[in-house]
């Protein structure tokens, strides 16, 4: 899946000379949390999103520090703050360090690029204009649309067969000491395990399968220098069970 496959076309923009009054009406009357900024040539040079109007001196909200670390820090630091919470034009108080991405990156780079700058959007570029951006909720859309939907019933082989086909992609899956069967749509892990930490990894695997509509788990943990054996949580309320 592609970034224009679930960014939003059309992302309205506003000039940097625009005002703080301005920018705030209209992020209320689209219901956004972000425009674009351009400058006077029609190039993309910020972002102003929601966050950017929080620390204002109009809500009280401005950042206070003590004076003996205001003497620590440059004058250049504490004027760009002042204007920040001071400024009235939108080209003083957005963000000017941009993270982009092109329309036709893949999804994982989007959120790649989310992770590794802490931030909630990305302004979206065809060329060097910008067409859109593609935000946190758009991802989430995306993944709901590719969760795996419920489809119908699905004959017990034909799960355990797709279960089976699973674990054997991966290194970490007990293959050798962990059996699988399904009835009628449930699926269980009976077996061995060296590590209580491959239970919710097998389970997964379970759930996702199409068909499969509820897994237990009867593995039990063995310590693999002392041999002590411990049953699953399962099997443990099992036999407390009068």
Not at 106 to 127: I, N, T
Not at 177 to 198: H, K, M, P, Y
Request: hydrophobic share 40%.
């Amino acid at each position: 899946m592609r970034v224009r496959d679930v960014m939003t076309y059309g992302a309205i923009g506003l000039p940097d000379t625009a005002t703080l009054a301005e920018a705030a009406e209209t992020l209320l009357k689209a219901r956004i949390s972000a425009v674009l900024v351009h400058d006077a040539e029609n190039a993309l040079v910020g972002v102003l999103s929601e966050g950017d109007l929080m620390r204002r001196s109009e809500l009280g909200a401005d950042r206070k520090r003590p004076r003996w670390l205001e003497a620590l820090l440059s004058g250049g630091r504490l004027a760009e703050s002042y204007a920040h919470s001071h400024g009235r034009r939108i080209g003083e108080i957005m963000t000017r360090k941009l993270v982009t991405i092109s329309e036709d990156a893949e999804l994982s780079v989007a959120v790649d690029l989310m992770l590794r700058y802490g931030v909630k959007r990305l302004p979206v570029l065809r060329g060097e204009a910008a067409v859109g951006i593609i935000s946190r909720a758009d991802l989430l859309k995306a993944l709901v649309a590719s969760l795996p939907k419920a489809d119908g019933k699905h004959p017990d082989a034909e799960i355990k067969a797709a279960i089976e086909a699973e674990l054997d992609k991966f290194g970490w899956a007990p293959r050798a000491s962990v059996r699988v069967e399904v009835q009628n749509g449930v699926v269980t892990f009976d077996g061995a395990i060296t590590d209580e930490r491959l239970r919710p990894g097998l389970k997964v695997i379970a759930e996702n399968t199409p068909g499969a509509t509820e897994v237990h788990d009867r593995m039990c943990w063995i310590e693999p220098n002392s041999g002590i054996y411990l049953p699953s949580e399962e099997e443990e309320g099992a036999e407390r069970k009068p």
